[in-house]
């Protein structure tokens, strides 16, 4: 026996409806993807060798693009940048001079000298992240940091294009620090590369 005719024509406005909640949550979980995407978090795949041993080459990171809208970058962190010279070109480096200082580089290594208010003297990084056979590069050279400028090194020190070759970085440019590893997947790691010095 048919159904009464007003069930169909009161169940086609429910299926309407449920189309339209449907098309609803795309849409918000869309815009939410992309709220993420461009102002929280944003995916990156390290290229190049300028960040080894810390980060190989295809490490998929997480990158949080929260924090210094709250908080300055510190000493240690790994932060990804637009290149000042060429913005759509993002690097990988780590925070070495803060703005104000002065940073020395000196020797093979090079060994780095941080000069500011609480060491006027000068103190000397340890920088165990390092290894003896990614050392050397640019060196020589005495940078003094303005407001809101920061001198970053990479830790393969022999090939990292870095402030020594194009100069300081404008906070501005920084796109946020590294707060995840993801892949490969036995080097899953929060805040990774991530070091707190000891200022001798």
Do not use: C
């Amino acid at each position: 026996m048919p159904e009464p005719v007003e069930s169909v024509s009161n169940g086609a406005p429910v299926t309407i409806q449920n189309d339209r909640s449907l098309f609803g949550y795309a849409l918000f979980a869309v815009a939410l993807a992309l709220i993420i995407r461009f102002f929280v978090a944003t995916p990156y795949i390290v290229s190049g060798a300028s960040m080894e041993h810390t980060y190989e080459n295809h490490d998929y990171l997480i990158i949080d693009r929260l924090t210094y809208d709250v908080s300055a970058p510190q000493r240690g962190d790994v932060v990804v940048f637009g290149l000042p010279q060429e913005p759509s070109r993002d690097l990988i480096k780590r925070v070495i001079g803060l703005p104000g200082e002065t940073v020395e580089l000196t020797g093979n290594g090079p060994s780095v000298k941080i000069f500011n208010s609480a060491h006027p003297e000068g103190f000397m990084l340890d920088e165990p992240y390092l290894s003896s056979e990614n050392l050397g590069g640019a060196s020589n050279m005495k940078v003094t940091l303005g407001n809101e400028q920061y001198f970053v090194l990479g830790d393969n020190r022999k090939v990292s294009a870095d402030s020594r070759l194009w100069g300081t970085l404008p906070r501005e440019d920084i796109v946020g620090r590294v707060l995840l590893r993801l892949f490969p997947f036995n080097a899953i790691d929060f805040l990774p590369g991530k070091v707190t010095y000891e200022e001798m």
